[in-house]
């Protein structure tokens, strides 16, 4: 700049000399701040220009930090716009293990020019290195970032002669952390010295921070959809997680030469040990159980490579699944449920005391048959209840045959439903009489039919067992007894009382679960007082199972009906157990001799028993019905030895109500 000249004049005297230099001296001050003005003013700006151009680029990569949830994508757009602005050559990414113990690059870097910088790049891509080791093991050590002025002065830095190759002169390196946790870290390397380093530090401090916020956000997006694929309890994966690995092994399958195998477990005896210690306890014991399924399926992954890769899932309460990818040898998923029965035999301990859970387990592999894995499941599942029907501990695999069993028996319970609700059952009536005098006809055992819409009329014998097995019987002979009584009052009605006569009486057949349901007293009661039927005319026919079950209830349920004055009968005597015990203790009036003996009477061997059987119930003053008269023989014989009652189709078949009670109206008219 050209600066203006004051006026001397040569004239002057020595005042005017000071003046002069006084004017000179003020003029260069002058000059002198001007200028420092201006050298400020050129810094200001400058600083200006590149805070704003730092800010955009901080700018850029926070809007993709935003927009992205791909930590990847976000870090390579981060590494190139900051070489870029910084003018560098290269830039990597490389991420802390999760015990912070290594730093392992992620193939995720930036190069202004790969195909020199080549042989870097490859070395750089897939560095792994210990803490304290190279330069990114140093920034893990120190959690701070690292200068490399001359890369050919550092011994320690492992890439040297390949950043030597490539002429890179200098680095720097950054943590990038989450709170403070060291998640991530990033290098650069430059071909020129890195310079201002104060301003580069505050540009990456702020970059790293917005690529910690993306790793943040990666790890809570990870830890939701973990949460939503795993139980909270167990750490397992849960059903939907099996779900999604189930439908990805069946698809595999058509390509694959091997198959799949499903087992569902379900813990024996776990609902009682939960209703006994509580919910704690029951929680410890399916980590324990978890605990112990997991080191089975790892030693038995170990030692039978061929019998595929297995997924363990917790599906539900106390139940869990395995899947088992790959399956070239069918046999080793049993010896696999067999590791699994055997670890949990050792008992667990919950509140000092021992308990021990076995399981229920059933196996389904894959085949032909199957059109999707929902279908091998359910096959699974149907074996595991036959295992768990068959007792603790078992394991059932699934085959055809056992298949149709459980389908049919499946449907009969359905039509069984259906039957209760709309009314498909009917009772029959056989006469019981008595044989010394006449015969004559005494009352009616009742016998269930079942008026199936497509099967026709079926006896009992075709689904009384299924109604038992499924509990449906407690409603059906609820029913049975309810309409036997009714069906008697209306024939009572009928028939009216004649002078010294007896009423008929009805039998109607108790199931054993019937018999011990906690009212079933009361249940016998009240249907007395709604029928109006006297208690001397219903008789209840059990069998021996209700006394194996529970003897002690057995006898105070007989002794409280029988104190009203209802009658109770031991049907099929000789079939079962036949303990005298019983017979002793508990209160019966009548005893039922099974037909089986009556259809062998001519054998002496089935006439010894009727004899010893008559005795036994002579001695214990009890009647005897004997049942299946097929002849007349029969029924001659069965009187000669003395038998008081008989019913069989030689006397009467089973038949409906109107005539079966018609056959009373015979005998009154003689
Ligand atoms: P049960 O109580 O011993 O009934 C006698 C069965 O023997 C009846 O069969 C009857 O039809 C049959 N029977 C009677 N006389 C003769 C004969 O001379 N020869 C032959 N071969 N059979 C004869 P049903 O009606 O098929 O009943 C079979 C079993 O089903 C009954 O045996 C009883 O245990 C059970 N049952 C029948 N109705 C009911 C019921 O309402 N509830 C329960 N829980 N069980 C019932
Ligand atoms: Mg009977
Ligand atoms: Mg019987």
């Known amino acids: 700049m050209k600066h203006a000249q004051f006026p001397i004049r040569e004239a002057a005297g020595d005042a005017d000399a000071v003046l002069v230099d006084r004017l000179r001296r003020q003029l260069q001050q002058e000059r002198r701040a001007r200028r420092d003005a201006e050298a400020v003013a050129e810094r200001g700006l400058r600083e200006l220009y590149e805070s704003q151009v730092r800010l955009a680029l901080l700018q850029r990569i926070t809007d993709f930090a935003n927009q992205s949830n791909d930590f990847a994508d976000v870090l390579s ?20 293990s999760d015990n912070g113990s290594t730093v392992t690059a992620c193939d995720t870097w930036f190069a202004s020019d790969p195909e020199r910088l080549f042989a870097f790049v490859e070395a750089s891509r897939r560095l792994s290195v210990e803490r304290g080791e190279g330069l990114p093991g140093r920034v893990l050590r120190d959690n701070h970032p690292h200068w490399i002025d001359d890369i050919g002065e550092e011994g320690w830095f492992l890439r040297r002669a390949e950043a030597a190759d490539a002429r890179l002169i200098s680095a720097c390196a950054f943590p990038i952390c989450i709170r403070d946790e060291l998640v991530a870290i990033i290098e650069f390397f430059s071909s020129k010295p890195m310079v201002d380093k104060d301003a580069i530090l505050l540009t990456i401090t702020q970059s790293a921070t917005q690529l910690g916020r993306v790793i943040e956000r990666e790890r809570a997006r990870a830890t939701l959809i973990h949460d939503a694929l795993h139980d909270a309890m167990t750490g397992l994966p849960n059903r939907v997680l099996l779900d999604e690995r189930c439908r990805e092994a069946f698809r595999r399958l058509g390509t694959a030469s091997t198959g799949i195998a499903l087992m569902v477990i379900d813990l024996d005896g776990f609902k009682a040990i939960n209703d006994k210690y509580g919910h704690h306890a029951g929680d410890a014991l399916l980590v324990e159980a978890t605990r112990r399924f997991q080191a089975a399926i790892a030693a038995f992954e170990q030692a039978n490579p061929r019998a595929g890769h297995a997924t363990l899932a917790r599906v539900g309460g106390d139940e869990f699944v395995v899947l088992l990818d790959s399956v070239a040898d069918c046999a080793a998923v049993e010896r696999l449920a067999e590791m699994l029965h055997d670890v949990l035999r050792a008992p667990t301990w919950v509140d000092n005391d021992q308990v021990a859970a076995g399981a229920s387990i059933g196996i389904a592999h894959s085949s032909d048959a199957y059109d999707d894995v929902e279908q091998i499941r ?293």
Not at 77 to 96: D, P, Q, T
């Open 378 to 670: 359910r096959d699974a599942d149907l074996a595991m209840y036959e295992a768990k029907a068959a007792g603790s501990g078992r394991t059932v695999t699934f085959t055809d045959a056992l298949g149709t069993t459980v389908r049919n028996r499946m449907a009969l319970e359905r039509d069984l439903r259906e039957a209760i609700r709309d009314k498909q059952f009917l009772l029959y009536y056989q006469p019981i009489f008595s044989l010394s005098d006449g015969p004559s006809l005494m009352g009616y055992e009742a016998l269930i039919r079942w008026q199936h819409p497509t099967r026709g009329l079926l006896d009992p014998g075709a689904f009384i067992e299924a109604a038992e097995e499924s509990g449906l019987i407690v409603f059906i002979g609820d029913w049975v007894l309810r309409q036997g009584c009714s069906a008697l009052a209306r024939l009572h009605k009928r028939i009216g009382r004649k002078d010294g006569s007896t009423l008929p009486f009805v039998s109607i057949n108790i199931a054993p679960q019937q018999f011990l349901q906690p009212n079933f007293a009361q249940q016998v009661q009240r249907v007395l007082i709604e029928t109006d039927v006297p208690p001397d005319c219903l008789r209840l026919e059990v069998t021996e199972g209700v006394a194996i079950i529970d003897s002690e209830r057995t006898r105070q349920v007989l002794e409280e009906i029988r104190a009203w004055g209802v009658r109770t009968s031991l049907d099929d005597f000789g079939t079962g157990y036949s303990s005298l015990s019983y017979l002793q203790n508990l209160p019966f009036d009548t005893l039922k001799i099974d037909r089986s003996f009556v259809a062998s009477i001519d054998d002496p061997k089935s006439r010894n028993i009727i004899r010893a059987i008559l005795d036994l119930a002579s001695n214990l003053n009890l009647s005897v019905v004997a049942e299946g008269i097929e002849s007349q023989a029969q029924g001659r014989t069965l009187i000669e030895m003395g038998c008081e009652y008989g019913q069989g189709f030689h006397l009467g078949i089973p038949l409906d109500e109107k005539s079966a009670f018609a056959l009373i109206d015979q005998q009154h008219t003689g």
């Open 77 to 96: 757009v981060a590494l190139k716009e900051i070489c870029l602005h910084m003018g560098w050559e290269f830039g990597n990414a490389m991420r802390v």
